[in-house]
Structures are given as C-alpha cells and as structure tokens.
C-alpha cells in the first residue's frame, strides 16, 4: 500500500477551523484518500473519504491537490470532541484492499 | 443501527488460559476485520474475513484463531498468548461492494500476564 506522511501533532483553538495535511506522494491512480479519527478510549471512526474532487459531509472537508500527492482534512470550527488521533489512509479498490493506519496526527484543542 | 460491539470490555489472561473475544454487528455487513492496537501506536490489520470466509491473514501467530461462524459474528480465540500480546483488539466490519467505510467497535482492552 502506499504511504502517507503527516505531521506528529498539530494544536487548534475551540471553534476556529483546522486544516490537516496529508502526503501521498506515491498515490496510484485508483487510491481513495480516506480520513478516520481515533478519540481517547475508542476505536477509530470514518470521517471521510475521496478520489479526485473535494468532498464535504458533515464532519468536515476534503481538500485534495489537483496532483493528488496531497489532500488536507478541514474541521471548519474546532471543538473539544474533536481532540483525537486523525488517520490519513490510501486504500485502493480491490477486493482484499485493506486500510493501512500510518502513525496519524494528534490534534489537541485548546478551550 | 451503525454499531459494532465488542465483548468483554477488558481481560486479564494468564499465559496457559484459553479465552474468546467476540465481535457482533447487524448491519449487514459481510467483511469483518480484527486489529491489534498497542499503546500510542496505530491499529494493525491481523485478520479479514469476507463472506465468512478468512481471506487475509497478516502472518499472525497461531495462538490467535479467528473464526466467522455467521454474517454478524467475528470471533477470536486465544490460547497460550504471550505478555508481548496485552493490547487493544479492535473488531470492524464493512458493507457489500461499492461501500468503503468501515465502522470499528470500542475494542476488548487485552492483558496477559
């Protein structure tokens, strides 16, 4: 699977907007770029994914590079339950793709 | 319903017991995945299993035994783990084709001792 490089950690203030970023630079072709978070003592959580275009839903955006090497996962106004690990993830389209978690970003928000 | 559940929360093993750790969703799903998750560091793939049968096994130690014994049932058994194994194992499951997301359960916190 390809891989992805994101920054260790990353601090936001409450209700202001986050931007993510994500290398890819590696990106096949046929790679969705998905997004998940892990909260404190949870399991991980989708939180969204695309191929080419930008992509909103309700949780966030997805901003990805007309290049594809790199895509950047915007929460418009921070809150405190967003503090968690975000995972950026390459899966391809096969039936045995798999999602492979590289180390994620740890976003803390401050109040 | 979007959960997937997973039982116990938490065990404590030692390293001659033999112990069960199940997994349950109802949303249809057929593809239903283990992870293994240590500390501060990101979950593992250890197991895939699509239309109950196991089609991806990341090389994991025979002491780890997973079975399907039906669309909403993900088990996996353990036997004669090593304290190195005390993680977080979390369980997944997947929708039909098409359908990308996976939905993860809260995890059965593992300590061998």
């Known amino acids: 699977d390809a891989k992805t490089t994101q920054p260790n950690s990353m601090e936001s203030n409450e209700e202001e907007p986050v931007h993510l970023p994500c290398n890819h630079s590696t990106i096949s072709g046929t790679d969705y770029i998905h997004w998940y978070r892990q909260l404190p003592s949870q399991g991980p959580e989708y939180v969204i994914h695309?191929?080419?275009s930008n992509v909103n839903n309700r949780m966030a955006s997805l901003a990805i590079a007309e290049d594809r090497k790199s895509s950047t996962l915007i929460l418009h106004r921070a809150t405190l339950r967003d503090a968690a690990v975000y995972y950026c993830?390459?899966?391809?389209?096969?039936?045995?793709?798999?999602?492979?978690f590289g180390k994620g970003i740890t976003l803390s928000v401050r109040p | 319903d979007t959960e997937v559940t997973q039982t116990p929360k938490h065990l404590v093993m030692g390293m001659t017991n033999k112990k069960s750790l199940k997994c349950e969703q109802h949303?249809?799903?057929?593809?239903m995945y283990w992870y293994k998750q240590k500390a501060k560091k990101p979950p593992e793939l250890m197991f895939v299993?699509?239309?109950?049968?196991?089609?991806i096994n990341e090389s994991v130690p025979s002491r780890f035994s997973p079975e399907c014994p039906n669309s909403s049932l993900l088990n996996l058994h353990l036997h004669a783990l090593q304290p190195e194994d005390s993680a977080l194992y979390l369980c997944?499951?997947?929708?039909?084709?098409?359908?990308?997301?996976?939905?993860f359960g809260p995890g059965t916190r593992l300590t061998v001792l």
């Open positions: 299993y699509s239309y109950e049968k196991l089609s």
């Open positions: 993830i390459l899966r391809g389209t096969g039936a045995n793709s798999k999602l492979t």
């Open positions: 997944a499951s997947r929708g039909g084709q098409g359908t990308d997301t996976q939905y």
């Open positions: 695309g191929l080419t």
């Open positions: 949303m249809g799903h057929r593809a």
